[in-house]
């Protein structure tokens, strides 16, 4: 795709995927504009500030619950990238309502402001949290899914296509345990809720490429998942505060030891390819003969963080998280 001539709306763009995602369309790909669309004007000032004053940037203040704000900013909008959300498990166990509100039916209005609107292509992003959910929070990351894969049925005579992209947790992003241990180090003691516990990792940088090249290559329906590798949260704990204590405090309410990106039932509609797998829409819904190149998934297969055949150790976690330690010492790591 010709990113050149294109304009380019991100929800949540002030959050971490948005603003990395925004310097690498910037740098590597120039698209025509890029619309910033966020709930908080303070965050937007400050990305401002730190050097995304681009002439393409456009600045909108807005938020997801909002239909007809929507509808405005996607006015002459070719793609929308939709990575509005609220994230946090606890914070979502707690305001479930606010979840349900932002991640729900922020996504239907996503999606219904896009159709109206004549916009090309929406890709929202997901989580592996919504593989079998057990918290709020994957619970409102599935219903949304599922909000957007089945929509391509009611835009079919358009040419508004829908997609997903689902991955596991990003290194370094907000929220993220990396910053918890980074601070918890200090005082000689990191908790960790349980030993076993493993998790599929990637960088935001990596996200963002993928999510790029997903869109170029999205039919509408599909929702596409990375091959990456996994670690033991343990191993991540080693790496970040080699030497200080561990203390094991117990696996919190709404919490998995081991995350899955593909299960057994989505696999038997899924095919492989050498960097990622397709989870195939459900094609009775919509008139279309398309055909995903790839292999079948053999029966049973599942694609879990325990049973990854990819793994980071201790000395693939220091690189990864290196990045992150230089910016919490200078004081530039966001929580």
């Known amino acids: ?5 294109k304009v380019i709306l991100v929800t949540g763009g002030t959050g971490s995927f948005g603003r990395k995602f925004i310097e690498i369309m910037l740098n590597e790909y120039r698209p025509k504009k890029i619309i910033v669309f966020s709930r908080d004007e303070l965050k937007q000032y400050e990305m401002r500030a730190t050097g995304f004053d681009h002439p393409s940037l456009r600045y909108f203040i807005g938020d997801v619950r909002d239909r007809e704000r929507l509808l405005r900013a996607m006015h002459g909008v070719d793609t929308v990238v939709h990575a509005a959300a609220l994230k946090q498990v606890p914070a979502c166990e707690y305001n479930p309502m606010e979840a349900i509100k932002t991640n729900i039916l922020g996504t239907s209005n996503v999606i219904e402001a896009a159709l109206d609107a004549g916009v090309s292509k ?3 992003i997901s989580t592996d949290k919504a593989v079998n959910p057990v918290n709020l929070y994957g619970a409102t990351k599935l219903a949304a899914e599922k909000l957007v894969v089945q929509s391509n049925a009611y835009a079919a005579g358009t040419g508004t296509r829908y997609s997903c992209v689902r991955y596991g947790n990003v290194v ?15 005082s000689g003691k990191v908790s960790i809720t349980d030993e076993r516990m493993t998790r599929f990792w990637l960088s935001l940088t990596q996200g963002v490429h993928f999510v790029i090249g997903c869109i170029d290559q999205m039919e509408g329906g599909e929702v596409f998942v990375p091959k990456i590798p996994s670690m033991k949260v343990i191993d991540l704990a080693r790496a970040v505060a080699p030497g200080v204590e561990i203390e094991f405090i117990g696996i919190r309410p709404g919490e998995k030891l081991h995350e899955v990106l593909i299960s057994d039932d989505e696999a038997r509609n899924t095919v492989e390819r050498e960097n990622m ?5 459900p094609e009775t819904l919509w008139k279309r003969d398309l055909e995903y190149a790839g292999k079948s998934l053999p029966e049973g297969f599942r694609y879990a963080s325990d049973e990854n055949t990819e793994w980071l150790d201790i000395e693939g976690i220091k690189k990864l998280v290196a990045p992150f330690e230089a910016a919490y010492a200078a ?3 966001e929580e």
């Open 331 to 333: 004081g530039e790591l």
């Open 1 to 5: 795709m010709k990113w050149n001539d």
């Open 122 to 124: 929406v890709m929202s």
């Open 172 to 186: 370094g992003s907000r929220g993220s345990v990396v910053l918890v241990f980074l601070k918890q180090r200090e």
């Open 277 to 281: 797998f397709i989870v195939k829409p």
